[in-house]
């Protein structure tokens, strides 16, 4: 290697090493040694260097924080360790009562919690190997979230490389929130509507909007910023979480200087109080206090219930409330035809954001308060984030105001909407209906359902606002038009071809794939598979309830759901053009073993597996020509019983339902 060439290597290095000081120095220490200018020279040099030595170029350098290319969608990536949702409290007693489940579960044990402000942000997990950052991912559902490594680098709080990775940090997760501060998400809006663009409700949902975006240059315009709150570390033996935040700030991670260790939970409350009073003076928001234990030996010892930890719990603060005038009551058409009342309000300042449409829920919410456009109303936001209207005040009402009616159409559409029998909601069935087009598409073309690669939110708003598509079943006529396609800004050759060619590969998906994507109200997943198992869809069209609740998991709600979707003929009409095109609506038969004990038996899930999740469990069951449904009833055959098991294995033991430990249910499967 020539001279040069080591000397820029080492000038390489070191300027490296210096932005990372940087780094930790402004997001970490709050200790800025530099101006922003004098980071940027910095920066601007170091970029300089690789793209002249691209050979030392490396993907933990600070000048990768924008490297990759736009991606079509996230993969799915699996939590090594869920990540649970803590339970939510509002009140001192039920913090109390909380703190006596934990002193129950540990029978004496000396308890220390640690307090820390809840960041009204989104839950991401980081995963570094040898020391760089490989993953970053959403909670999701706890179990598995959204792979968006190439976003998170754009946030400059997230380090690319731990401090002291020399040192044996090799194999590492954290967690923590992505947020906004306050007053960045004001400047970004004032620019955005400067422009021409939509603004945001609030710096949460602006957050979350960021991070699906899938170019990751656009994000790294956004002011994101992270707060950690979590370690977990294979080589190390963790002992206290305190400890721990103060070990993710040495390993270069921001952490909330407001987080402590309290002795009792009195003082845990004295900390929520005074958290409660002083949470304007933060610059971002937070919407309570998390308590969590602080040995971790104890943590692994309560456990955890579902989806929360026995250790943990959001202590959540009071909703603020404001009033003003509620000028108008609006419809809203949701996906599958939900027609939701929304308050049109006059502008008020609620919980740091201003808001002009608050939630009223639905008729006989808007009935029990007697809310009347002209109203001065009450206004709060639950959790600080869902604006609802929670009240009238009677005395302010004027003379002449009428009682609100819900009309008998839909205002989008004008076809007639329904209220089912014990049910809430009025719906619009018609699925052409302009409000629920796009998102009947999308629903239609997504992973879990068609899985028609190329078919995002862009690409079906184009599609629909041009007049190409006006239903999913004219997706399998695009094919004639492809001439057209290739016509359309920002539509070549290549991407033209792979849309068709993934709208021809879903016509291989199975009927349950079918029903499950043709957003039929109450049919998820599970149910459609319940449904393909036993009908062709030219059965599922004729069934009347009766027969369709003869089916073990179908009760009266999901029957009178599905009759009444194909007692529409706009939808009976999609279905036969659907058919028409080539898609399979006859469940081809699964080969299963024919000495399974499972075969054509019917299961229920309670409790926490040790073995496997919920939903391994339940496709090993489907596997060997099982059901899984959700309820026990006399049909069921076996109620396997995990740890932590609720109601559902009381109903088994009254109806003298076969209950099944995890080592007998895993030999049955084996048998």
């Not at 101006?35 to 933990?60: I, M, N, Q, T, V």
């Not at 291989?508 to 869809?537: C, D, E, W, Y």
Request: hydrophobic share 35%; with cysteine.
């Amino acid at each position: 290697m020539s001279s040069e060439r080591t000397a820029a290597g080492k000038r390489i290095e070191a300027l490296r090493r210096e932005l990372r000081e940087h780094d930790y120095r402004y997001y970490v220490l709050a200790q800025p040694e530099i101006s922003d200018a004098e980071y940027d020279r910095l920066l601007k040099e170091l970029a300089d260097l690789e793209e002249r030595y691209p050979e030392f170029r490396a993907p933990d350098s600070p000048t990768q924080r924008v490297g990759g290319a736009p991606t079509r969608e996230f993969p799915s990536v699996r939590h090594a360790v869920p990540m649970l949702s803590l339970a939510n409290t509002y009140g001192e007693e039920e913090v109390l009562e909380f703190d006596r489940r934990v002193r129950s579960g540990l029978k004496g044990e000396g308890i220390r919690y640690v307090c820390e402000l809840k960041f009204d942000g989104i839950a991401v997990s980081l995963i570094y190997r040898t020391g760089m950052l490989t993953r970053g991912a959403t909670r999701g559902d706890g179990d598995e979230g959204d792979d968006i490594t190439e976003n998170l680098k754009t946030i400059r709080s997230i380090p690319l490389r731990l401090r002291g990775a020399n040192s044996g940090w090799n194999d590492v997760e954290v967690r923590g929130e992505v947020f906004m501060a306050r007053e960045d998400f004001e400047k970004m809006n004032a620019e955005r509507a400067r422009v021409g663009e939509k603004t945001f409700v609030n710096p949460r949902n602006s957050t979350a909007g960021t991070l699906k975006l899938q170019d990751p240059k656009l994000v790294a315009r956004r002011p994101l910023q992270f707060s950690a709150y979590y370690l977990r570390a294979e080589n190390k033996n963790l002992k206290s979480h305190f400890e721990n935040l103060q070990t993710l700030r040495d390993l270069g991670f921001p952490v909330s200087r407001h987080t402590q260790r309290r002795d009792n939970i009195r003082e845990v409350i004295g900390y929520w109080r005074e958290w409660e009073n002083k949470r304007e003076s933060l610059p971002y928001d937070i919407d309570g206090i998390v308590v969590k234990v602080d040995s971790l030996a104890q943590q692994k010892k309560l456990g955890a219930i579902a989806k929360s930890p026995r250790w943990a719990i959001a202590f959540k603060f009071a909703a603020r409330k404001r009033e003003t005038i509620l000028r108008n009551i609006l419809l809203q058409v949701g996906r599958v035809g939900t027609i939701t009342p929304v308050a049109d309000l006059e502008p008020v300042f609620v919980g740091g954001t201003t808001v002009s449409r608050a939630t009223l829920h639905n008729e006989d919410y808007i009935k029990e308060l007697d809310i009347r456009p002209g109203d001065v109303v009450i206004v709060e936001k639950g959790g600080d984030v869902i604006p609802k209207v929670s009240g009238v005040v009677r005395e302010k009402r004027k003379h002449g105001s009428k009682p609100f009616r819900m009309p008998d159409r839909c205002p989008e559409c004008g076809s007639k909407i329904s209220r089912p029998r014990d049910e809430a909601n009025y719906y619009c069935e018609n699925t052409e209906c302009p409000a629920q087009i796009k998102a009947r598409i999308e629903h239609f073309a997504h992973r879990g359902a068609m899985d028609i690669e190329g078919l995002g939110e862009a690409v079906v708003d184009q599609l629909v606002s041009l007049g190409f598509i006006r239903n999913y079943a004219d997706l399998y006529e695009l094919q004639a038009r492809r001439e057209e396609l290739l016509g359309l800004e920002r539509w070549g050759q290549k991407s033209v071809q792979n849309l068709l060619d993934a709208i021809e590969e879903s016509k291989k998906n199975p009927l349950a794939r079918v029903l499950f994507a043709l957003g039929i109200r109450h049919v998820g997943a599970s149910m459609a598979q319940l449904l393909a198992r036993s009908f062709t869809i030219e059965a599922v069209i004729k069934a009347s309830r009766e027969e369709l609740e003869q089916i073990e998991g179908v009760g009266p709600e999901i029957a009178e759901s599905i009759v009444r979707f194909f007692q529409d003929s706009h939808n009976r009409d999609i279905v036969r053009r659907l058919a028409k095109s080539g898609l399979r609506f006859k469940e081809e038969g699964r080969r299963r073993s024919r000495s399974s004990a499972v075969s054509e038996k019917t299961f229920v899930l309670t409790g926490t597996l040790s073995t496997m999740t919920r939903e391994e469990a339940k496709g090993k069951i489907e596997a060997l020509g099982g059901h899984v449904t959700s309820s026990v009833s006399k049909k069921t055959d076996y109620v396997v019983v995990g740890s932590d098991a609720g109601s559902k294995l009381e109903k088994a033991k009254a109806l003298g339902v076969q209950t099944l430990e995890e080592e007998e249910f895993l030999k049955l499967l084996n048998r």
